[in-house]
């Protein structure tokens, strides 16, 4: 696994880290200590969280599996700003609401409508800051957290001196080793701009097929920011259109004919192409799928430690995939 510097002291994060958004939520409790557990085992220090995943369950799970010397060596982000609605019977139905998708697939659209209403967004204010930062070290076992971001923030937060403040005494009072901020990419480009106290990383999408905010990420990485992406496969439809994509790379005669053939069909085609190309020239530390499934886990780690691009090559598809 390769590793990157996040402060002068303290753990490396791993450049592929794991997004745990669907530990409790979609995936049940042994699924999820499967998939971290593997995850452990492959080299990976970088887990990304919040209080709103798992229906409020996904720091607690995160905390049980990280109690004792893990603690350590792991580099724990989580946010504040969405906050799983209160607790109801349909937690409690949850396990057999997971196994019916699993059982009729077609459910999973009305399964993710329902789940969006267990959720209450956009608390962005001091108080919930230190109640929710508060909770959060709680259930995750640790008096204190690598990374905290605001979650999903809108552009507005970035005028909130007062959360700002409150963030950065966090920082101060070591609850928090790095202060950032999560959200789409203009209020992310927004925040490179104006260089908000105390923010010093960043997390947003960013995968193969949208590739111009690169330009912005790799200078905000060179003045110091800390940079993360997350939904690099851009979802089922992001997946497709990057396969053929790259079907269409293969059969270009105006790229080199050695990489077209190391873009031969094969398992790791996908995951070397989207996650190196996101990890090489654009400014990103890390990038953090889903990677719940352990076939696709191991395919990714794969992808990172035994890349058969060069820099050059990974350079050449990032400009052809546009």
């Not at 209403?117 to 109640?131: H, K, Y």
């Amino acid at each position: 696994m390769r590793y990157v510097s996040m402060l002068a002291d303290g753990p490396e994060a791993s450049v592929l880290g794991m997004g745990c958004a669907a530990v409790l939520g979609r995936t049940g409790r042994r699924e999820s200590l499967a998939a971290l557990g593997a995850a452990w085992d492959a080299g990976i220090t970088l887990y990304d969280t919040a209080r709103s995943y798992g229906y409020g369950e996904s720091e607690r799970l995160l905390g049980e599996f990280f109690a004792g010397e893990r603690r350590q060596r792991a580099v724990i982000c989580t946010k504040f700003g969405i906050l799983p609605a209160a607790r109801s019977w349909k937690q409690r139905v949850k396990p057999l609401a997971q196994a019916a998708v699993r059982a009729f697939p077609g459910l999973r659209g009305v399964a993710q409508r329902q789940a969006a209403g267990q959720v209450v967004a956009g608390g962005f204010s001091v108080s919930l800051l230190r109640t929710s930062l508060e909770t959060s070290l709680h259930e995750l076992r640790t008096d204190y957290v690598d990374m905290l971001l605001l979650h999903a923030a809108p552009m507005s937060v970035l005028a909130q001196e007062d959360l700002l403040d409150a963030l950065q005494q966090q920082v101060v009072a070591g609850k928090v080793r790095m202060a950032g901020i999560s959200g789409e990419q203009a209020v992310i480009a927004a925040s490179f701009a104006q260089r908000p106290r105390g923010l010093t990383t960043a997390q947003f999408a960013m995968d193969p097929l949208q590739m111009a905010f690169a330009r912005e990420a790799e200078k905000a990485a060179r003045e110091g920011w800390f940079l993360v992406a997350n939904h690099p496969f851009g979802g089922p439809a992001g997946v497709g259109e990057c396969m053929r994509r790259i079907e269409a790379m293969r059969q270009d005669a105006a790229l080199p004919i050695p990489l077209r053939e190391k873009l031969t069909r094969d398992e790791q085609r996908m995951p070397e192409v989207v996650l190196n190309t996101i990890l090489s020239g654009t400014g990103v530390h890390a990038v953090i799928p889903a990677m719940m499934q352990l076939g696709h886990l191991a395919e990714n780690v794969r992808a990172v430690e035994q890349c058969r691009f060069t820099l050059e090559e990974l350079a050449l598809l990032r400009a052809a995939m546009r």
